[in-house]
C-alpha cells in the first residue's frame, strides 16, 4: 500500500522567505513521487518528480524536492518566495505501474508582502 | 492547444437530475482518470480507463458511470445528483515518460447541486 502525508495544511512565509512544505510517504516498494501545485480554480500542475534518477529534484519556477528514503520524506522547497507562489500544493506517489496515484491532502501556501 | 479540456467548466444542477461531463485530451495518451476534488481540497480517485478498458473502479455510488467511447475521451455520467456530489471534478490523462509516469490534469469542472 502507498500513501503520502503532508503536514501542515496551511503554510504562511514572507515574501523572498524559505518555503518549505512537507511530505512523508508510505510505500513497501520503491515509489516514484511527486509534486503539483494547484493555482486557484484551476487544475493540477506538475512541479517535479522524483524516479529514482537522482535524489535531489529540481522543478519548474524555482523549486526542488530532495528524496530522502532513512526520514521517508520528499519535502519540497524554493529559497525565495515569491508572491506568485501561492497555492495549493500537493504531494502525491505512485508505484512502477503508474496504474494509481496517490494525492496527499494538499497544503496551502500564502505568501505575505 | 488545451491538452486536457473539460466541459463544461460550471455545473449548477438540482437534486435528483442526470448530468454528464466531458474529457478530451489531445496529447495521445493510453490512459485517463477521473478524479473528485471536495471543499477541503482533498482529491480522491475515482477511475481510470486505459485504452477504453476501465483499469480502476474506486469505491464511488453506481450513480457514476464513466464512458470512454475512444482513449481521447473518457465522460463521465451522474445520475440521480444528491447534494454531496457538490465537488470540482478533475480529469487527468497519463503519459509514460521513460521509467515513470506523469499526470496532466484539466483545468476541472465545478458541480453545485441545491
Known amino acids: 500500500a502507498q500513501s503520502v502525508t503532508q503536514l501542515g495544511s496551511h503554510v504562511s512565509v514572507s515574501e523572498g522567505a524559505l518555503v518549505l512544505l512537507r511530505c512523508n510517504y508510505s510505500s513497501s516498494v520503491p515509489p516514484y513521487l511527486f509534486w503539483y501545485v494547484q493555482y486557484p480554480n484551476q487544475g493540477l500542475q506538475l512541479l517535479l518528480k522524483?524516479?529514482?534518477?537522482?535524489?535531489l529534484v529540481k522543478g519548474i519556477n524555482g523549486f526542488e524536492a530532495e528524496f530522502k528514503k532513512s526520514e521517508t520524506s520528499f519535502h519540497l522547497t524554493k529559497p525565495s518566495a515569491h508572491m506568485s507562489d501561492a497555492a495549493e500544493y500537493f504531494c502525491?506517489?505512485?508505484?512502477?505501474?503508474?496504474?494509481?496515484?496517490?494525492f496527499g491532502t494538499g497544503t496551502s501556501l500564502t505568501v505575505i508582502p | 492547444d488545451t491538452a486536457v479540456s473539460q466541459t463544461p467548466k460550471y455545473l449548477v444542477t438540482q437534486m435528483g437530475n442526470d448530468k454528464s461531463i466531458k474529457c478530451e485530451q489531445n496529447l495521445g495518451h493510453d490512459t485517463m482518470y477521473w478524479y473528485k476534488q471536495d471543499s477541503k481540497k482533498f482529491l480522491k480517485i475515482m477511475f481510470s480507463?486505459?485504452?477504453?478498458?476501465?483499469?480502476i473502479n474506486e469505491t464511488v455510488p453506481n450513480r457514476f458511470s464513466p464512458k470512454s467511447p475512444d482513449k481521447a475521451h473518457l465522460n463521465l455520467h451522474i445520475n440521480s445528483l444528491e447534494l454531496g456530489d457538490s465537488a470540482v471534478y478533475f480529469c487527468a490523462s497519463r503519459q509514460r515518460i521513460y521509467d515513470s509516469y506523469e499526470q496532466y490534469f484539466g483545468p476541472g469542472t465545478r458541480l453545485t447541486v441545491t
Open positions: 502525491a506517489v505512485s508505484g512502477h505501474t503508474g496504474n494509481q496515484f496517490y
Open positions: 522524483y524516479t529514482s534518477a537522482a535524489t
Open positions: 480507463y486505459n485504452n477504453k478498458e476501465l483499469i
